[in-house]
């Protein structure tokens, strides 16, 4: 802290030197992102490594370019034909592309790429750039060669991994709305324009370097698309939380008379330990995601995890640089309706000490009642179902729910739900391997939920085949997952036995299928090492099993209700037309477990600032219900308004267009609300206030064992005054 008030300038100067640099940096190497899926062990995974063995150039599928006539019109009319051609002349020029299938052909793959009706026709097009090498600039050109398409007036979507790399929604608006909100909220909770532009200065700055600290991230390991989204909303949020914090603690100090590069200098010292602490165990959590073992899940934890860390810095080492600079200057351009003549020595006001001794005084039905509250909005999570994303749930101007709508309506919802099988060829026996791959096909097309199931498609080397299957079901339906199952387990098993084939069911649909089941076999082990890496480290700090017992449940009750909220919103359809849905969607695999992760940490960071100042009223007094009673007080109004500004924060992506974001915010949003009014304010002061001194409780044995953390400093300055008042 004394360094950065000292060189107040020379941080200030270096943090805008780091956040432009890592900008040009990450700019320069390109914002690349990729939602490729490695799961090894699983049978999509076994599908990719056949064909990249011995067929490469099918390994990725085929992108589809979906050509829809207007009004009636067929694609077969002369008016389109030659725009088509052009087309496909496009797509087959191009470096990039490996191969093309026209429509307009006479070969039955042809025939098969348009509708009964003539109204809506696929170009199959298969390029070199696997989902991972594939970057946005790539897609947008390879969108761009449709353009005789469209320029005839066909509606053209493309689709695939392509369609979805074009397809993420700007954040640009949710940003903004956060912001504004932010700045809303600060200005009622400081009542000056300087107090509440510091936090924001520190926080977008710190955002400005985190963020590209991810796409640094990303030459180094596959960052999926939604990966920057997430760690600009998380890092937003606690940006502001952690500078608001230092903001607070800056200004009790000064209200106590000390200096203003003192007060700065003894924040950090204080609520700086306890942003340390709270960011540590954010950044902690987010990597434990990595015990799953799922590449794509592990890169949005580091990503997120690298936000979290610029924000945590940011606020350390430029707010107290911001707050010397400031000086008296601090409480300028103050709200006409706001009196702040006067710092307050403590943040405690009448209301909230109300409200906590009418908790402690009825204790039982307080904790009764938040129980009963909290079980009804945990309740729906019994109807939780693990699925996959659904193009058909994006904004209808995009490349992605465009082909998805136009591939719906002429082959059927199945139809963006294929499945790519890939078969390897063990003999030499051509004749024998054809009527082989034929009775795999019959068998295939015959199983109970597939549509359709294509001749097989042999490689020029007769090493390897694949067959598209199309289901009867949508890609997010679970009997779409359920027919994964039963070909691996009976279809295919039976109709290869006996035959020099192998097969294994593969494409994007199987493949977000294995990583739910990836996810559902190992979300309760992450849970349990988040859950206990977060007790070990609460009864680290505040020495008191009962404390970290009470405080690990408060969190795993907050995170089971958000859990409970967002299945009723998304899968049960409570309030979806709300925030731009148009009717229910799974929750995809890897929200759950992603938002475990976040909300365990956030509502950590809010525990952390309530206890600490519990803690030090309970080491002053020794008197568990005042307490709790002091502590909730003295937090009420500054932790209130850091859960506001992270509930503002998390609802403006609501409005972002993609569907997976909206799941991120509306459960983070929830979790925040809950763990700020029901959980802060009455669940866990009755239960504090029940357990009595057993809250505190802590054997001599463990307390010696246990590395003594200091979560903030204070009862460090308090022996140094101590000492020199008795010289």
Known sequence: GHFCTKHRWIVVIAWVILAVGLLAGSKSLGWNTSNNLTLNGTGSQDATNLLNDRWPQAANGSIPVVLGAP????ISDSQYTDAIN???SNYE???????????????TQSESLNSKDGQISVISVTIKDSPSELTVDEGNHLVNLSEPATKAGLTVGVGGYVGNAVSNPNVDFSVIVGIVAAIIILLFTFGTLVSMGLPMVTALIGLVAGISGVYLLGQLVEVPTIGPTLAIMIGLGVGIDYALFMVSRHRQHVGLGLDYREAASRATATAGGAVVFAGSTVILALLCLAVVKVPILSAM???AAVA???AMLSALTLMPALLSIAGKGLDRFALPFMSIEKQEKTAESPGWIAW????????????ILSLIVLGALTYPIHQLYLGQQDNGSFPTNTQARISYDLLDEGFGVGANAGFLIAIAINSTDTSTVQTQLSDLTTALAGASGVASATPASVDPDSNAATINVTPTTGPSSQSTSNLVTDLRATTIPDATKGTALTAYVGGQTASYVDLATLIGDRLVLTIVVVVLLGFLLMTMAFRALGLALISSLMNLITVAAAFGVTTAVFEVGRGTSLIGLDGTIPVVSYVPLMMFAVLFGLSMDYNVFLMSAVREKWLEKKDPQAAIIEGLASTGKIVSAAALIMTAVFLAFVINGNPIVK????GTAVAIIIYATLVRCVLLPAAVSLFGKGTWYMPHWLDRMLPNISIEGDQYFEELEAKGAAK
Do not use: C, H
Request: charged content about 10%.
């Open 71 to 74: 009004g009636g019109n067929l």
């Open 86 to 88: 052009e087309t496909v």
């Open 93 to 107: 020029n191009d470096p990039g592309v490996i191969s093309v299938v026209s429509p307009l052909g006479t070969t």
């Open 301 to 303: 934890g580091y990503s």
């Open 308 to 310: 979290v860390l610029l």
């Open 356 to 367: 906590a001794q009418w908790i402690v005084r009825f204790r039982v039905p307080a904790l």
């Open 663 to 666: 799941q991120f915010g509306v």
